[in-house]
């Protein structure tokens, strides 16, 4: 009987993943469970090294793009570990595999102007003060979509500037909240009665705005206000982390912002500041500039 199974309830009960995580996995064992069944491999488990590389090899022959095979070959590695732990494997087959690199997409950010441009929008609109008070926050403390959509009132803490985020994997960080996002906060808390459990962008039924309709949202909002760019939460995000790092030179404080548990991670931004530099460097260097 296949271990894939107990692996997910693992996943799923101790390591608290995502439902959208999860399912990636779920897919990616999947499709190395079928593998292993047309090769007439009755277990994953049983897998070896070098039928394990045929796998992913087999894959990439099937045209599975550079960034899919690294996921799927980081679930083997993760189902493979889970089972050494516990003692149902000698060695794992995926010690030392590596799939083939994907070339590194830079995200793409708002510059300040712009992002300040979405952000002070009207309030006077229907649901203005919840628009207002979405955007700010997003902006103004980096959040994730799935971490907004589930903040309670009770995670604000308004006096101290602070919001209790709780992120991937149930950790939990405090992030700052700037003064233009408490206000508009105080102003939305105010008009919508909101107070202690209720969600702070509650969706029509009452429970916590759904993450589709915030992407929808903002991508209204964005055109409102005269930016054409495919603006969506993560923007913010990536907006947000690029102009701290900007500004502060600090990966380290930018990391424990973003809440990511690898420095590797946030480290792309310093890519972005450098095009940043590159760019102001072209434009006012009097050296810089290639005569044509």
Excluded at 10 to 26: F, I, K
Excluded at 51 to 64: C, D, N, P, S
Excluded at 130 to 148: K, Q
Excluded at 235 to 259: K, T, W, Y
Aim: glycine residues 6%; aromatic residues 6%; proline residues 5%.
């Amino acid at each position: 009987m296949s271990a894939v199974p107990a692996f997910l309830s693992y996943l799923q009960v101790e390591r608290r993943m995502s439902a959208h995580t999860l399912d990636a996995y779920q897919r990616d064992l999947a499709a190395l469970s079928q593998w292993c069944q047309a090769h007439g491999i009755d277990d994953p488990q049983a897998l070896a090294t070098d039928q394990l590389r045929e796998f992913i090899a087999a894959e990439h022959r099937r045209g599975l793009a550079a960034k899919s095979l690294q996921r799927r070959l980081s679930a083997c590695r993760s189902f493979y570990a889970w089972l050494l732990k516990n003692n149902a494997i000698d060695t794992s087959p995926a010690a030392g595999l590596r799939a083939p690199k994907a070339p590194r997409k830079l995200p793409q950010v708002l510059d300040a102007d712009e992002a300040v441009q979405l952000v002070e929008l009207p309030t006077d609109a229907p649901l203005g003060l919840r628009d207002r008070a979405l955007l700010e926050l997003f902006y103004s403390s980096g959040l994730r979509l799935s971490e907004l959509c589930a903040l309670r009132w009770r995670d604000l803490d308004m006096a101290s500037g602070l919001v209790l985020v709780h992120g991937k994997g149930n950790r939990e960080r405090s992030v700052p909240v700037g003064t233009h996002a408490l206000n508009a906060l105080q102003d939305w808390r105010r008009d919508s009665a909101g107070s202690g459990d209720k969600p702070v962008f509650p969706g029509r039924a009452g429970g916590p705005l759904s993450q589709r309709a915030v992407q929808i949202r903002i991508k209204q909002l964005a055109q409102r206000q005269g930016l054409f760019k495919n603006v969506h939460p993560h923007m913010l995000r990536h907006s947000f982390a690029s102009h701290i790092l900007e500004s502060s030179g600090d990966l380290r404080g930018v990391q424990e912002l973003l809440g990511h548990s690898d420095i590797a991670t946030t480290q792309i931004y310093t890519h972005l500041d450098f095009q940043h530099l590159a760019k102001v460097y072209d434009a006012a260097h009097p050296r810089a500039k290639r005569k044509r």
